[in-house]
């Protein structure tokens, strides 16, 4: 019987042990210290783990091992005080270090021996030589930069992103046949690029002018009409607006409006930042800091809040004359966000077009075909002298 008492002078049975518990998911990486970089060997085969984004784990693309990314609930990314970031950057840890990444680093790939480059604030490669993914260690952890606070891990995986960017590319009829030809002449890439997300509570007073219309009959007789006219009026007031996770890039390099017109971006799904989502793809790490990017951060938000004055005021028009605005509070998230970028080289100038990573938005840049453009005028002419040639005597009297 299980509960039955060992004899006299019997050691005691060991206590049964309690099933291994899971490595923590950190142990799949391999630290290069001299380097300052990661990789994910594959523990069957040896070759290196990527993160698959149809299966959203590590997978090995040469023996199909597969490894669950497990992530922290109690890491989930949570929003940061900015005034709280602001002393930092200005004294104390973050001061003591250069918040823009510059320059090149040169690094020793440890799978072949080749050389790879990090430029500026690029954090993740593959080696040019082997197509081993390197990750640095040196940079979103480093103690003189604001921390990854989350990330939005790829869910539009390379077969939907290339059937979009064909579809996009071939629905621009006075793109040149040239620059169709991206398959051959383009780089295609998956990059998590840098973001900065900003909450705000705001409270505006203003003042202005109200406009309503009203109508006024003058003149006479053949001269008699209708006016419209403007009755201005003096208001003020106050209003009251809520930001939540408004984006703003934090990167060089990418065209900002057609950057801007990927949103919106479902900032609720990210999750705990871990370097495992980012294993097999491109990083960059913020050209701008939280106090640089809060500059177009406040300029989306004094729009917002100066159309929010505006419905406020009412009437058919209106004069917004002052606005003074109290922040309740301020906070952001460092979010590392997904976007396929598609770069073509066409008569020496690069175009780009972005997909968002996450929701499948294409937005991007064309050069314009300057003989479908003369083609298309050609047509157009031919056609107004064919209606000319139709209609044009139809107002006759057909005398002659």
């Not at 989306?300 to 406020?312: G, K």
Request: net charge negative; glycine share 8%.
């Amino acid at each position: 019987m299980s509960d039955a008492t060992p004899p006299a002078g019997a050691a005691p049975e060991p206590p049964s042990p309690d099933p291994p518990a899971p490595a923590p998911a950190d142990d799949r990486a391999m630290h290069h210290v001299t380097e300052q970089t990661r990789t994910y060997p594959c523990g069957s085969c040896g070759a290196q783990l990527e993160f698959n984004i149809t299966k959203q784990n590590l997978t090995c693309p040469s023996c199909g091992n597969e490894q669950a990314i497990v992530v922290d609930p109690a890491r989930a990314p949570v929003e940061q005080d900015y005034l709280a970031a602001l002393a930092s950057l200005r004294s104390g840890a973050l001061a003591s270090a250069p918040q823009r990444i510059e320059g090149e680093k040169e690094i020793v790939c440890q799978n072949c021996g080749g050389h790879t480059t990090f430029s500026g604030s690029l954090t993740a490669t593959r080696c040019p030589y082997c197509t081993t993914p390197i990750q640095r260690d040196d940079v979103h952890a480093a103690p003189a930069r604001l921390p990854v606070d989350g990330i939005l891990p790829f869910q539009v995986d390379p077969k939907t992103a290339t059937a979009a960017i064909d579809e996009w590319i071939n629905g621009r009829w006075f793109a040149p046949n040239e620059f169709k030809k991206y398959s051959s002449k383009g780089s295609f890439a998956s990059v998590y690029t840098a973001y900065f997300t900003y909450d705000a509570q705001t409270a505006s007073s203003y003042t202005g002018q109200r406009g309503d219309h009203y109508t006024v009959t003058v003149g006479s007789g053949d001269d008699r009409r209708t006016e419209t006219r403007t009755r201005w009026s003096s208001v003020s007031g106050s209003v009251r607006n809520a930001f939540d996770d408004l984006p703003v890039y934090a990167n060089d390099g990418l065209d900002l409006g057609h950057v801007q017109a990927l949103e919106p971006w479902p900032t609720h799904q990210a999750l705990p930042f871990s370097e495992e989502f980012v294993a097999g793809h491109l990083c960059r790490t913020y050209d701008h800091d939280v106090e640089e990017s809060f500059v177009p951060a406040k300029a989306r938000i004094d729009d917002a809040i100066e159309s929010t004055v505006r419905q406020d005021i009412g009437g058919d028009e209106q004069r917004v004359e002052r606005v003074a605005t109290n922040y309740g509070s301020l906070a952001f998230k460092h979010l590392l966000l997904p976007i396929w970028l598609l770069t073509v080289l066409y008569e020496g100038k690069p175009f780009q077009v972005m997909i968002n990573g996450v929701t499948g938005e294409v937005q991007g840049q064309r050069p314009y075909s300057k003989v479908k453009i003369a083609l298309a005028v050609v047509a157009a002419l031919i056609l107004v002298v064919i209606l000319f040639v139709v209609f044009g005597g139809s107002g006759s009297d057909g005398s002659g």
